[in-house]
Each structure stands twice: as structure tokens, then as C-alpha cells.
């Protein structure tokens, strides 16, 4: 995040959302609409009504410095949220951090210490979403999820590939590289 589409892309995947919206009768409150980019142009792949889920209302605040869940709260109260989107100089790119894999960077006290100096110096952005528990689920739900950023996406993607290497992310099940190399 940002979107590396051209701005021209971005609109019309925004107009194709809006009209896509409107035309089930979602007027009013906070979507998540989810494309997929062909070379026939956008199909959808589902509507939901409700704001978009996992770490996303986090990094809106980190670079754009929008809270989705306020302005959903905002809108279902019957006010209008004025919505700034500032040019930001950054790009966050990130990955998923599952139980079977990952649960080690929470329980190990080397790792999490590491963890927690590494988003100390700000040089990740940590997201947990729900506790890990002794039993790992049978859909290995992840339980957070951890970004970089830079200034451009090369930068980002180098920052992510250190981090996860090092926090033994970025294994032979989980090939890091391989989840990020489109962006």
C-alpha cells in the first residue's frame, strides 16, 4: 500500500466498485469490494458490507492517517466523514504470520524480544490481531501481520526480506519472496 496501479487504473477500479455498490442498493457505510485485474479490465469477486478486514484498518492510519472503523461509525451515525488523502512519500508492504510457522516469534523470548526491538525502532509495523492459543486450529488462521516500509517498493520489499529472514519468517513452507515479488 499505496496501489502500484496507475492512477488511471485506480479510477476505474474506484468507479467499478461505486457502481457495482449502487447497483445491489449499497449507498451508505463502509464496503469491501474485491477485484481481480484482467486484460479485459476489472471482474469482481465479492461484495461485502462491511469494511475490509485483518490489518488494514491499521495501515490506513499509519499512512493516510484515516480510521475506517471511525468513519463507518461516523456513517452509521448519519454524519458525513471528511476524508483527506495526503500524497504520502512511503510504501508498506507486508505478510501474514500464521500459528504452525510463525507462533515461535511470539513464544521464544530471543525472537520476541527481537520482535518487539524491531517495532521499538520502528523499523517494522507489527499488527497482531488475536492471541495464539496452544492448539493450532485445523485452518492455520494467521494471528498478525508484519510490514516494512521505503520509499520505494524495491526498498520495502529488501527491508521485509532482511525482517523476515531474520525472525525466521521467511522459511521453505512460506517462501516470502514468492508472496511479495508482484509488488
Known amino acids: 500500500m499505496p496501489s502500484f496501479l496507475s492512477e488511471d487504473k485506480q479510477a476505474r477500479l474506484i468507479?467499478?466498485?461505486?457502481r457495482c455498490c449502487l447497483q445491489i442498493g449499497l449507498s451508505d457505510g463502509t464496503f469491501n469490494v474485491d477485484f481481480?485485474?484482467?486484460?479485459?479490465?476489472?471482474?469482481?469477486?465479492?461484495?461485502?458490507?462491511r469494511m475490509g478486514g485483518y490489518c488494514l484498518r491499521d495501515w490506513l492510519r499509519k499512512l493516510y492517517g484515516i480510521d475506517i472503523m471511525l468513519c463507518s461509525m461516523m456513517i452509521a451515525a448519519?454524519?458525513?466523514?471528511y476524508i483527506r488523502t495526503p500524497p504520502i512519500d512511503k510504501i508498506l508492504i507486508g505478510v501474514m504470520v500464521i500459528p504452525s510457522?510463525?507462533?515461535k516469534i511470539l513464544k521464544e523470548e530471543p525472537?520476541?524480544?527481537?520482535?518487539?526491538?524491531?517495532?521499538?525502532?520502528?523499523e517494522i509495523f507489527f499488527v497482531q490481531f488475536r492471541k495464539l492459543s496452544e492448539n493450532v486450529p485445523s485452518y492455520d488462521k494467521p494471528f498478525g501481520n508484519i510490514a516494512a516500509?521505503?520509499?520505494t517498493?524495491?526498498?520495502a520489499k529488501r527491508k521485509l526480506m532482511e525482517?523476515?529472514?531474520v525472525l525466521d519468517i521467511d522459511q521453505p513452507d512460506y517462501q516470502v519472496k514468492q508472496l511479495i515479488h508482484h509488488f
Open 15 to 18: 468507479e467499478a466498485a461505486y
Open 36 to 49: 481481480t485485474v484482467t486484460e479485459n479490465g476489472p471482474k469482481l469477486l465479492e461484495i461485502n458490507s
Open 78 to 81: 448519519g454524519i458525513s466523514p
Open 101 to 103: 510457522l510463525h507462533a
Open 111 to 122: 525472537l520476541r524480544n527481537l520482535l518487539y526491538n524491531m517495532i521499538e525502532k520502528e
Open 149 to 151: 516500509s521505503g520509499s
Open 153 to 155: 517498493s524495491k526498498e
Open 163 to 165: 525482517v523476515c529472514r
